[in-house]
Every structure is written in structure tokens, then in C-alpha cells.
């Protein structure tokens, strides 16, 4: 019986991947390398350090640690200022739906995301008391397809991982919740997510009722 649900944040509950884009380009702009729409799609539950490592690879740059770590606060301090602003407006279709379903009957609700600023983002659209545990980019050091971002998660809601629904829209998520043993939900499309037990484009017309009957 599932009992939890831990969900990805970035093109799950809220719109913020354009804002990652923009920053990231941004960046591979300034160090004088190509970087497409379908790079951004490879950084999807990456971590910071590990996005910047894909772009310096693409540019074949090498640099030193310290100037990894300036970059990389750079690429921060611009997606900060890019979502300072952002507000309900940036929540996914459904979403909000969905977590006051679950709420109302009682099932755990947990973040499981990579990003480092998840706390001031929910907070700015107004959807953080939801959240029973926050597990995310300040939780470890692990990126996904590990699964500790979600291990932790479980853990905060004190439940097994087999008793949890994940949510996600990467691949790489998807992948760190079947080595973790969750269970999954695929959040776009089917093609892509392949390896979601189940997948649907979208929170719009998910509740705990249809959740119950799927898994």
C-alpha cells in the first residue's frame, strides 16, 4: 500500500527548468561554449557541479577547483535573481490539486530534488507547508541516478521506499527511483520515460483515488 509521495520540483510541481537554462547558457556563453536546448535537457536532476563539469567538457576547458567554484557561484547568483520573482503563477497544472488531496487523506509528502535553493523556491510559491521532509541538493552529495536524494526523503517520512510513489520528469530520476526500489511516476513523456512504471504528461487529473487504482 503506498503511503508516501516524493516529488522532483523543477518540471514537476513548478516551472523553473527555463530559468536553469538561462543561467547555464549563460555561463557556457561566458566561457565561449555552444549550449542548446537539448544540452539543458542532459543537467536535468544533475547536480550544480556536475552540470558545470558537462558544459566544460563540451568546451574541452580544463580549470582549476577554485575556478569551478566561481563558476559556479556565478551560475547560481544569476538563477537566484532569475527566480526571485517567480510566484503561483509557476506552478504546474495540477500540482497544487494534488498535494491538498494528499494531504486531506493523510499521505506523507516529500521533495526529493537536486536543487540547492528548493526551501526559498516552495516559500515563493507558497506551497512549502505541504512538504512533511525536504530532501535536496543540501541533503547530500549525490546526484541522481543515485538514489540517495530519495533514500533520504523516505527516511524523513519514515517509510520504506517500496511504500513511495516518486515523481519525476528526468530520466536520470526515474533511474535513481528503481535503484532505490520506489515506485514511479513518469511526469511527460511515455517515449522518454520508459522505464516509469507508470507515466503520465502531466499532475492535471492526478489524485490520491486514481494514484490508489494505479499502484
Given amino acids: 500500500m503506498i503511503r508516501g509521495c516524493i516529488f522532483d520540483l523543477d518540471g514537476v510541481i ?3 527548468a527555463k530559468y536553469h537554462y538561462l543561467a547555464w547558457k549563460r555561463m ?9 536546448e537539448e544540452d539543458n535537457e542532459h543537467l536535468k536532476g544533475v547536480s550544480r557541479m556536475q552540470s558545470l563539469q558537462y558544459i566544460l567538457n ?15 557561484k556565478a551560475k547560481n547568483e544569476w538563477y537566484v535573481d532569475y527566480i526571485s520573482t517567480i510566484d503561483e503563477t509557476e506552478i504546474l497544472p495540477g500540482a497544487q490539486e494534488l498535494l491538498i488531496d494528499l494531504k486531506k487523506n493523510n499521505v506523507g509528502i ?3 530534488s537536486a536543487s540547492k535553493n528548493a526551501k526559498p523556491l516552495l516559500k515563493n510559491i507558497h506551497l512549502i507547508d505541504f512538504f512533511d521532509f525536504i530532501s535536496d541538493g543540501n541533503s547530500t552529495e549525490k546526484s541522481k541516478p543515485d538514489p540517495d536524494v530519495f533514500l533520504i526523503a523516505a527516511k524523513g517520512l519514515n517509510l520504506q521506499p517500496a511504500y513511495c510513489i516518486v515523481f519525476e520528469d528526468s530520466v536520470k ?8 526500489g520506489f515506485r ?3 511526469i511527460g ?3 522518454v ?8 504528461p502531466g499532475l492535471s487529473g492526478l489524485s490520491w483515488e486514481v494514484l490508489e487504482k494505479l499502484y
Fill in 173 to 180: 530520476g526515474i533511474e535513481a527511483a528503481l535503484k532505490g
Fill in 110 to 112: 516529500a521533495l526529493g
Fill in 28 to 36: 557556457a556563453s561566458l566561457l565561449g561554449v555552444a549550449f542548446t
Fill in 184 to 186: 514511479s511516476m513518469g
Fill in 58 to 72: 563540451k568546451g574541452g576547458i580544463k580549470c582549476s577547483d577554485e575556478d569551478k567554484q566561481k563558476y559556479a
Fill in 14 to 16: 513548478v516551472d523553473t
Fill in 189 to 191: 513523456d511515455k517515449n
Fill in 193 to 200: 520515460l520508459n522505464g516509469a512504471e507508470h507515466t503520465m
